[in-house]
């Protein structure tokens, strides 16, 4: 399938497509050491009120510190500011093999990159140190832009920023419901499997939209 007008910008999500990232906070929690009956004795508005800290915090309504704060609260200290610490930064894992080159040669097939990411201070402050993003060329992120996916607004902002027409832009993520926005919003999406090759997927989904990587 190819798009009815060429596309101009190839826009990725980071997590589950460019960086391999553990996806709850059980996971994160596991690969440092916490032990499963503690996530046990959390209950469903203490884990509501976390994730709303969290929300906020990708939104940069909240720095890191605060965000720390905020969610050992919402978490009735059931587990110590360290830990949270130590797990937060346990979610990244590491870029995927091979998208740094994937994403290069969408560049010199004539292409621009972007990438459009819910993350925050700290997470970004990895982020942009990794080789994949020496291949992007315009970088937003929840924090950045006050905004988040799904939202309709945080597509416009991109759309804004680069000055590309939204049927001119190609967005990958691993979550259908932001490739749904992003559709609804008249982007081209198509959607990663964070358990596959995402560099092969990246250059088969922008080569199935005409661009000639």
């Not at 130590?86 to 990159?113: C, F, M, N, Q």
């Not at 990794?130 to 992007?136: K, V």
Request: with cysteine; charged share 25%; proline share 3%.
């Amino acid at each position: 399938m190819t798009s009815r007008r060429p596309i101009k910008l190839v826009c990725v999500d980071l997590g589950g497509v460019v960086v391999r990232i553990r996806r709850s906070l059980a996971e994160t929690l596991h690969a440092v050491g916490v032990p499963g009956y503690l996530l046990e004795s959390i209950s469903p508005e203490e884990m509501h009120n976390f994730r709303l800290s969290t929300s906020r915090h990708q939104r940069g309504e909240q720095d890191w510190n605060q965000w720390l704060d905020t969610a050992h609260a919402a978490l009735a200290r059931h587990i110590d500011r360290d830990t949270l610490l130590r797990a937060h930064d346990a979610i990244l894992v590491g870029e995927y093999p091979g998208v740094a080159s994937s994403l290069g040669a969408i560049r010199k097939a004539g292409a621009s990159t972007a990438c459009l990411s819910n993350t925050n201070d700290r997470h970004w402050d990895a982020l942009i140190e990794l080789p994949a993003l020496g291949e992007i060329e315009h970088r937003h992120a929840s924090h950045l832009l006050g905004l988040e996916k799904p939202s309709a607004e945080i597509y416009r902002a991109v759309e804004r920023s680069t000055g590309v027409a939204a049927s001119e832009i190609l967005f990958l993520d691993d979550i259908e419901e932001n490739c749904a926005a992003a559709r609804a919003c008249g982007w081209n999406s198509v959607r990663i499997d964070h358990q596959r090759d995402t560099a092969a997927q990246i250059v088969a989904a922008a080569r199935a939209h005409g661009v000639a990587c």
